[in-house]
């Protein structure tokens, strides 16, 4: 924790201070995972403030403070996830296959080609943009979860209120779909 | 498929580093607070229009009651028997239905002579 346990116990009474520092502790830590998990830098400061806002109103409903990272996440993930189903709608007539341009890039990824680093940045976020939107929201974030930010089964368990199992299970199946979404649109005649 | 997982797993390897490291900018606070302040204005407010919407429409509910109470008792269903409603349904008015009584309903006709016999 971040936190002392007292200091979220006196934002959960309504003490704006302790909220104010609470989220000075943890803004930094929750624009990152947003980063990661929505892609798009322009609009992580928004999606993290809709967590803050979120955890505002709902601090009263935290059980105990020990709970407090993975309630964090959890909003987090349910605004990230509000944010990736608004996106897709408006943009969904935009959307089309992983592009000659885009597959190509794959095997610039995979080769690290001797590029600009930010360009070289760039372009595998490009990729991995155009290969998330072939999958669902919820696949992309467990993944992002797991794979990107590096959760452990035991924290996502606590975040997504499933067994270990289960979770596995959704992890397989979500990376088998991203790989068929990548070979379908290799097999589409662009390689 | 080992391939593809391993090569699943240097994607999203290399897709963390390109993910920057994000800064909060200095309005970061402010607006955050400024959208707590309008939702909780928001809130407020709808709370403020909910309660006497509440009353008036529960006064409503009681009205109505009521008044459905009070009609009940003045029903001639429910002033007299069984038998007497079921007579006053049953009245001419009701009758949907007719159909036209005729003397000879097959429409046969017999021989002239034989029915000049007959009234004879």
């Given at each position: 924790?971040?936190?002392?346990?007292?200091?979220?116990?006196?934002?959960?009474?309504?003490?704006?201070?302790?909220?104010?520092?609470?989220?000075?502790?943890?803004?930094?830590?929750?624009?990152?995972?947003?980063?990661?998990?929505?892609?798009?830098?322009?609009?992580?400061?928004?999606?993290?403030?809709?967590?803050?806002?979120?955890?505002?109103?709902?601090?009263?409903?935290?059980?105990?403070?020990?709970?407090?990272?993975?309630?964090?996440?959890?909003?987090?993930?349910?605004?990230?996830?509000?944010?990736?189903?608004?996106?897709?709608?408006?943009?969904?007539?935009?959307?089309?296959?992983?592009?000659?341009?885009?597959?190509?890039?794959?095997?610039?990824?995979?080769?690290?080609?001797?590029?600009?680093?930010?360009?070289?940045?760039?372009?595998?976020?490009e990729f991995m943009e155009a290969l998330f939107r072939h999958v669902s929201e919820e696949d992309r974030l467990l993944l992002t979860l797991k794979e990107v930010e590096g959760l452990s089964l035991k924290e996502l368990e606590s975040i997504y209120g499933a067994k270990e199992n289960a979770l596995k299970v959704r992890l397989f199946?979500?990376?088998?779909?991203?790989?068929?979404?990548?070979?379908?649109?290799?097999?589409?005649?662009?390689? | 498929?080992?391939?593809?997982?391993?090569?699943?797993?240097?994607?999203?390897?290399?897709?963390?580093?390109?993910?920057?490291?994000?800064?909060?900018?200095?309005?970061?606070?402010?607006?955050?607070?400024?959208?707590?302040?309008?939702?909780?204005?928001?809130?407020?407010?709808?709370?403020?229009?909910?309660?006497?919407?509440?009353?008036?429409?529960?006064?409503?509910?009681?009205?109505?009651?009521?008044?459905?109470?009070?009609?009940?008792?003045?029903?001639?269903?429910?002033?007299?028997?069984?038998?007497?409603?079921?007579?006053?349904?049953?009245?001419?008015?009701?009758?949907?239905?007719?159909?036209?009584?005729?003397?000879?309903?097959?429409?046969?006709?017999?021989?002239?002579?034989?029915?000049?016999?007959?009234?004879?």
């Amino acid at each position: 924790m971040l936190i002392e346990q007292e200091l979220i116990e006196r934002a959960r009474t309504g003490d704006a201070g302790a909220f104010n520092q609470v989220v000075l502790a943890y803004r930094k830590r929750i624009l990152g995972t947003i980063s990661r998990l929505i892609g798009r830098p322009e609009d992580v400061e928004d999606v993290a403030q809709e967590v803050f806002v979120r955890l505002y109103y709902s601090l009263d409903q935290l059980r105990t403070a020990e709970v407090f990272e993975p309630w964090l996440y959890r909003l987090t993930v349910n605004a990230s996830y509000d944010y990736l189903r608004r996106i897709k709608r408006r943009s969904e007539s935009r959307m089309a296959d992983l592009s000659e341009h885009q597959v190509m890039m794959a095997d610039s990824v995979a080769g690290g080609r001797q590029e600009d680093d930010e360009k070289q940045k760039g372009k595998v976020r490009e990729f991995m943009e155009a290969l998330f939107r072939h999958v669902s929201e919820e696949d992309r974030l467990l993944l992002t979860l797991k794979e990107v930010e590096g959760l452990s089964l035991k924290e996502l368990e606590s975040i997504y209120g499933a067994k270990e199992n289960a979770l596995k299970v959704r992890l397989f199946r979500a990376r088998q779909r991203v790989l068929k979404a990548y070979a379908t649109a290799k097999e589409a005649g662009t390689l | 498929m080992t391939d593809g997982n391993n090569q699943l797993d240097g994607w999203f390897e290399r897709y963390r580093a390109a993910c920057p490291d994000v800064d909060p900018t200095p309005n970061f606070m402010p607006e955050l607070w400024a959208k707590i302040e309008s939702r909780r204005s928001f809130a407020f407010t709808f709370e403020r229009l909910a309660k006497p919407l509440m009353t008036v429409l529960g006064a409503i509910c009681a009205l109505l009651l009521v008044l459905n109470l009070a009609g009940v008792g003045q029903t001639p269903l429910a002033a007299g028997s069984y038998a007497d409603a079921l007579a006053a349904d049953s009245s001419a008015e009701r009758t949907y239905y007719t159909e036209a009584i005729r003397d000879n309903p097959t429409g046969f006709q017999a021989p002239a002579e034989l029915r000049h016999a007959h009234s004879r």
